[in-house]
């Protein structure tokens, strides 16, 4: 068992408990001086002409900081490489490998990780010698497998993972996908937890990929939304034979699958479930997902889902809330917009192969961008947000953002987007790999392919891979991949799943520039992890104007989950106990309030935010 004394649970329970606190009406925003207007949420900007990416402006950018990461390897207690059953054959359900989920099993408020597994092919019911590891984490660079003790032995075939407080009691719970079912693992709060996905009403059989939390139609409960991949047999599966290859096979297209549709479980607020694939118009829509983010695109305050597809359109669901009731539950209609916003194809007309996705604001224009994956020999692809309420609208930014030559002689899966070096501009790492060993074929396609950092320089991207760390040097079969600050420093550090290789914690050791407030939300009238949250910051302690924003995403990169906070770093010449100016809205409305910089926040719904930590 574990000890339950922390001062997190005590903190989190102020919503559950709806213990006292002070009034909003009584803080210091009623004696502050008069904000500024909200920055540019609602104002659009023109497109700007497609042409050649402008040029480079790092004359106009005053530090350049670095972004270094450190390795911690096996002799952190961190031991766990998956195991997928390679055989020759080049099978599908070998390719994908799985992802990893950031997690406070403990509520001590470090972030613990948990790595799906795979299993021998066939699948066997009563196969438990591969499960999946959860790591405890310890004191920021040491962890210890606590899979046994808890009880949380994931079997069978393991790929995505998506986290939440689904019953609302403090602690966090799990969900992973796998091949013919899904699992609902509920933490007990003592150190241990409870497989419960059947009894919660989760019965869909697909191939499940990635998935995402959040609460999708208003009456504060956690949904939960799982993309599913292709239709594929373990027992006979599909093969491609290559006289030309080395084992006389190569791995099939998965334009040679059925696509299988998504499903939607709305909660019940009673601790179970309800299938909404079908009644909310999601069956009529199947693809090949892989990756999904959720949060609210254009400013409405309401939720939109975002799917990656693999080798056809991509999907955009704009979602309604029917005052119907259906079974006790809020129904929700699902409304597929991506064509018209610009989302579904490339600015070349074609489908790409989505892999990952993540969302942030990258030009700092107010509004959620989209960044996805894709296969080698193509690029990634950067969706610039120029949306107004009620109307999604993007374009494809790849050539101007410069991400787009860089990305071509890799496999993009697992990608995070945070600002890694403090300097107010939102970056990315990618994990890549390819599906397939082709390194027989007569163009030498690589199958280990090194990470990737692009470095944001106001709006355009460097890659900085080569003076990043060692570790990016090194070729992977980069797979999963999940941001958190697992040391509690301000940094956001990285974990990563790869095939045929360890994991790895990457520690963040940049020279940031600035300190940074981190802040944990915790939901009361919006869910208790409230996806869609919005946060802008009015003004930094010295008095300037700033224009970032941050949304607080479900889901995203790979059928991984990264820890959900938010960081904003304190762009400050002086040395001295400024306030940072926030407004932030919540999926039920809006709150402004003063922040002190500098430290580890816990900010429950419509009370004052509490300082953790320094």
Known sequence: MLNRNFLWLSLCCLITLGCSGPDPSTTSDDTAPPLPAATGTHQVPAFPELGPAAADDRDNVETIVPIRFKALGPESGLDFVRFDDFAGQHRLLEAN????????????????IFFSNGCRIPIAADDRRTPGSLFRNIDGTSFRNISTASGLIQTGLGFGCAVADIDNDGFQDLCVTRYGSNQIWLNLGDGTFVESAAEMGLTDTSWGSSAAFADLNGDGNTDLYIVNYVRESDVTPRLCPEPASPDGYIGCSPALFDAAADCLYLSDGQGRFIDASRSSGLDQHPGKGLGVVICDLDGDNQPEIYVANDGQANTLFRVQTSPTIEQQVAAVKLTEQALSANLALNELGYAQAGMGVTAAD???????DLFLTHFFGDTNTLYENHSQPGNLLFRDGTRRSGLGPPSRDKLGFGTVAADFNLDGWCDLMTANGHVDDRTWLQDGQPFRMNAQVFANRQGRFEEVSSDAGEWFSEPQLGRGLAAADFNRDGKIDAV??????QATVLLNQSPALN??????????????IPAGLTLEVLSDPDGHQMSAAQTLVAGGSYQSASEQLLTIPMITSNEHNGMIRLRVTWPSGSVISDILHNGFWVWPEGRTPLQVSH
């Open 97 to 112: 490998g799985g992802g990893v989920a950031v997690l406070d099993v403990d509520a001590d408020s470090l972030p613990d």
């Open 515 to 528: 300190s940074a407030v981190r802040i944990r939300f915790c939901g009361r009238e919006s869910s208790r």
């Open 496 to 501: 990563v799943s790869s095939q045929l290789q």
């Open 362 to 368: 990258f030009d700092r224009n107010g509004m959620t």
